[in-house]
């Protein structure tokens, strides 16, 4: 054969494994409302930038079943390219070869970008748009998930995990995503489950569709399996490429410092009045997180799941760092099981990946009750405990109002080893609230009174006056600092600053065991 021959040889094979399962298959997969495994990764990487490896593996099964059905890439497409210029890898199902389930070949490709991701330090996506095990394979389709997830294990912590489930994740293919540190679902077109609305019907006798048992919604709101939900592909691929700025490469880097107009030493004087003088009247916290953050933008995680508490990432003075904020706005910002577990996991890939942890608190306390108790809110609020007691990032709390029992203690107290606590003047930090602690305190007192209300009233006042406010922990030194609201921005970039090369180290052990 020529060399031109061979040449054109190469383009042809090139032009077939581009066309997937065929013209027919991705007319119906656009027919689905979905995009094809190519489209998503151009969406997702910068222009131009996709380097794809394993194009031409095929299947080596030569049964005739499969005779006129085995095609280049084999229900995935691998490879490397850059979101912002840094290097990722990437793996993205195709779902006209096969429903995008997922074969022998097909996890001998994820495992080798997820090796070299690792490798050579860099994040790793997945685009999962797959029917599950691929059926005709058998076992050695359920080896294939097992050596994914294993990787995902040991990688956890080392890169960024990230994926995206853009169509149906049945059986096998949740367990790869929830392995990993964040999920992107889309609207309508994504499902996660572990057995499909048939199975469910036969087995629990519920009618259920699909989306209502594992759609973007459901997971974004109910379960807390998703931490980012758009209406279309696009938008979801933009936001992979916002969470990613914030992100360093692998657990020996730090996140990049970006340059930024914001002032430092910008000051927010209605910070000074955002504070509600009733301490029962609710505010949004998330007001003063974007009055302080660069530019006003905060990334958001999981924000329509446990929204009494509020996690995601921004940038100050240029550099990223983690926000955990009690949402005085939603039932008080009291801490419930599934808050605690949400900031827990939150601070904990924080601590992973060297971005510093900023906590604004207004807690006043657990939530009470036979449902959270039964729910088992010790374990989970120990979870949250557990997180920031052991996180080595610089830590820093601003306490704006309430800082009240054990909910004090896990919000990343001084004894927890966090670095530095400012609190507003409108902070209240005391084993309990006045209202609880007066009735017990005074009980004596407010029965034998001749107007046990008014008694009652003068004994809150009274409490809040002598322990509700920051100056007695500021007095113990478990309060650094007292400031003006407004000035918190130019606080906590000092702070942050004079912590930049803080080493912090926990026991040397196996692992720790966090009660899960
Ligand atoms: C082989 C599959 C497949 C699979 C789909 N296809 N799933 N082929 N193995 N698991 C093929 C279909 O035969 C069809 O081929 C093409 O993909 C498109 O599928 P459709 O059904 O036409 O598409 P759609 O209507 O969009 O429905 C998609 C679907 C459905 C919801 C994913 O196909 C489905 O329910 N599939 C089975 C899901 C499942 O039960 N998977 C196994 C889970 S067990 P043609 O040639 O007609 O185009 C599992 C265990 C692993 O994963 C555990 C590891 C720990």
């Avoid at 990787?151 to 367990?175: C, D, E, F, R, T």
């Avoid at 449902?371 to 704006?400: C, D």
């Amino acid at each position: 054969m020529s060399r031109e021959r061979k040449i054109l040889e190469l383009k042809e094979k090139q032009e077939l494994a581009r066309m997937g399962g065929g013209k027919k298959s991705i007319d119906r997969q656009h027919e689905r409302g979905k995009l094809t495994a190519r489209e998503r990764v151009n969406l997702l990487l910068d222009e131009n930038s996709f380097e794809e490896l394993d194009m031409f593996r095929i299947s080596e099964r030569t049964d005739r079943e499969v005779e006129d059905k085995r095609y280049y890439g084999d229900g995935i497409i691998t490879g490397y390219g850059s979101i912002h210029g840094r290097l990722v890898f990437v793996y993205s199902f195709d779902f006209t070869v096969y429903g995008g389930s997922l074969s022998q070949v097909v996890a001998e490709k994820v495992v080798k970008v997820q090796q070299m991701s690792a490798k050579v330090g860099a994040p790793i996506i997945g685009i999962n748009d797959s029917g599950g095990a691929r059926i005709q394979e058998g076992v050695d389709s359920l080896a294939g998930y097992t050596n994914i997830f294993l990787n995902n294990v040991l990688y956890s912590g080392v890169v960024p995990q990230i994926s995206a489930v853009v169509g149906p994740a049945a059986g096998g293919a949740v367990y790869s995503p929830a392995l990993t540190d964040f999920i992107f679902m889309v609207r309508k077109t994504s499902f996660m489950f572990l057995t499909g609305p048939k199975i469910v019907k036969a087995v629990t006798h519920e009618d259920v569709t699909a989306d209502e048992l594992g759609g973007a919604d459901v997971h974004a709101v109910k379960s807390g399996i998703t931490h980012f939900t758009f209406d279309d592909e696009p938008s979801l691929f933009e936001g992979i490429r916002k969470l990613i700025k914030y992100l360093p490469q692998n657990n020996m880097e730090e996140p990049l410092v970006v340059s930024t107009e914001d002032p430092p030493d910008r000051v927010e004087p209605d910070l000074n009045y955002l504070v509600p003088e009733n301490p029962n009247k609710p505010y949004d916290m998330r007001e003063v997180v974007l009055k302080i953050l660069d530019d006003g933008e905060f990334l958001e995680v999981q924000e329509l799941y446990a929204p009494n508490i509020i996690i995601g990432f921004g940038d100050l003075n240029g550099r990223a760092v983690g926000i955990v904020a009690n949402q005085p706005k939603v039932l008080a910002g009291v801490l419930d099981s599934n808050a605690s577990g949400k900031a827990a996991r939150f601070i904990r890939f924080c601590d992973c990946f060297n971005i510093p942890i900023v906590t604004f608190e207004d807690v006043p306390g657990f939530m009470p009750g036979t449902v959270q108790e039964y729910n088992g809110i010790i374990k989970h609020g120990a979870k949250m405990l557990y997180a920031y007691a052991e996180a080595t990032v610089p830590k820093i709390t601003v306490i704006t109002r309430k800082g009240y029992g054990g909910a004090f203690c896990v919000m990343n107290s001084k004894h927890l080893r966090g670095d530095i606590s400012y609190a507003w003047p409108s902070a209240e930090i005391a084993v309990m609230g006045p209202e609880g602690a007066s009735e017990i305190i005074f009980s004596k007192e407010i029965r034998d009174a001749a107007d046990p209300e008014k008694k009652l009233q003068e004994k809150i006042q009274e409490y809040r006056e002598r322990f509700a406010n920051p100056y007695v922990a500021a007095g113990k030194g478990i309060v650094d600092e007292v400031i003006e609201p407004k000035v918190t921005r130019y606080k906590l970039i000092k702070a942050l600053e004079m912590l930049k090369n803080k080493r912090d180290e926990n026991p040397v052990r196996k692992h720790g065991n966090i009660p899960l």
